[in-house]
């Protein structure tokens, strides 16, 4: 991302779950507060009726809405198994690692008081997020179980970001990294889930997206990844990580971490996209991982 702004693919993944939201039968995954979190042009083009009607033909949700579908999928994945960890574990701190537009604070953290929040991101994109949450929010004030934890991913550790925070590493917590990895090198992902497993407490949850290499892909997953390469190097965040799935277990299961399960791009629109109408899909190019210390 470019320093003094907010993240492009941030925001373009926001205006995805406000399409999704507003013109979706039926959402994955709904976020009301989507259209307001992404920028101006965005915005604009969702209120044209026929970039509407052309964004959601069938041929938009059976191409390119692969790409609505890994946004929308990984946040349906991870606010699902964050609710059983809630319910079923007691896990009481929520770590949001490059929480970029979430909503989740608007959402649902009035739900769950009891749960402390952590939103850890680049302090230009938390700034202008900060702006956003007050000038949605009908109080003009955030929960009061949010913290937000800035960083620079490029200059520091996650561990040392959340020791000036309220985070305790006494007790389990949940973190959920989604639509970052893909921007890193596979090094410094596996280094980020090592300070993890560095600074968590034993049955810590991690729930996070990957891409796999798109020469592995066929016909058009391999084409459209190759689409999406080239609009992020457009974008001035290009994609740089691509993990083999069973390197990735054998590395962080020398961390200490249990592979819980690694959903495929098949498996996600198996349990979400199943028979919809509307032909949206998940792609073929990244898969859903959940981890745990064990």
Sequence with gaps: MKAGRVSRTAEAAAALRANHHLNAD??????????DMTNARWRLLLNNSL???????????????KLTGQVVGRSRYSEDLLQQAIENNDIQQYVLVGAGLDSFVLRL????????????????????KIEKLKK????????????FVSIDF??????????????????????SWLGTTHYLTPETTLATLQNIASIAAQNS?????YSVDYKTLKGFERLGSHFVIQFTRFMKEPLMGAFIP????????????AVIEDLSGIDITERYFHHRPDHIRHTHASHLIHLKLV
């Design 26 to 35: 039926n959402p994955v995954f709904s976020d009301p507060y989507a259209f």
């Design 51 to 65: 970039v509407r009607k052309t964004l959601n033909s069938s041929f938009m949700n059976k191409t390119f809405g």
């Design 109 to 128: 953290a009035d739900q769950y008081p009891q749960l402390k929040i952590f939103e850890v991101d680049h302090p230009d994109t938390q700034k202008t």
């Design 136 to 147: 949605i929010s009908k109080s003009n004030q955030l929960p009061a179980n949010v913290e």
């Design 154 to 175: 490029e200059k520091e550790k996650l561990s040392d970001a959340l020791k000036r925070s309220g985070f305790d590493s006494d007790h389990a917590a949940f973190f």
């Design 205 to 209: 949850e991690v729930v996070m997206d």
């Design 246 to 257: 069973q390197e990735l277990h054998n590395a962080v299961q020398k961390m200490g971490y």
